[in-house]
């Protein structure tokens, strides 16, 4: 299962118009007003995210990727399979079926 269930501590999010506004969390995560992402990164603001992981059971092989040069944070090192910010109004689950098609 992807994400958190909707509840009073993890509201669905609210439609957003821009594909780049991620949810945020306050410390105690309560929901803050939608921010970009690199407003999100710059100020340290936890927002949701999901992770793929990828691995080969008959090889025990993790696939890993290599950052490219012009990413913001960690450029040129190695990361997990596939990764990326849930957007405003995005389902966990729509989004890792987006990173994982990218």
């Excluded at 269930?5 to 995560?29: E, H, I, K, T, Y």
């Excluded at 008959?58 to 890993?64: A, M």
Aim: one cysteine or more; aromatic letters at 12%; proline letters at 11%.
């Amino acid at each position: 299962m992807f994400g958190y269930p909707s509840s009073p501590l993890f509201p669905s999010p609210s439609l957003s118009p821009s594909p780049w506004v991620a949810n945020q969390f306050g410390q105690r995560p309560l929901p803050v007003p939608p921010s970009s992402r690199g407003d999100v990164h710059r100020d340290g603001d936890y927002h949701k995210a999901v992770h793929i992981w990828i691995f080969t059971e008959s090889t025990q092989e993790l696939l890993l990727q290599k950052r490219t040069d012009c990413k913001d944070s960690w450029p040129r090192l190695w990361d997990i399979s596939s990764a990326g910010h849930i957007s405003a109004g995005d389902s966990s689950l729509i989004t890792a079926q987006v990173q994982y098609f990218q």
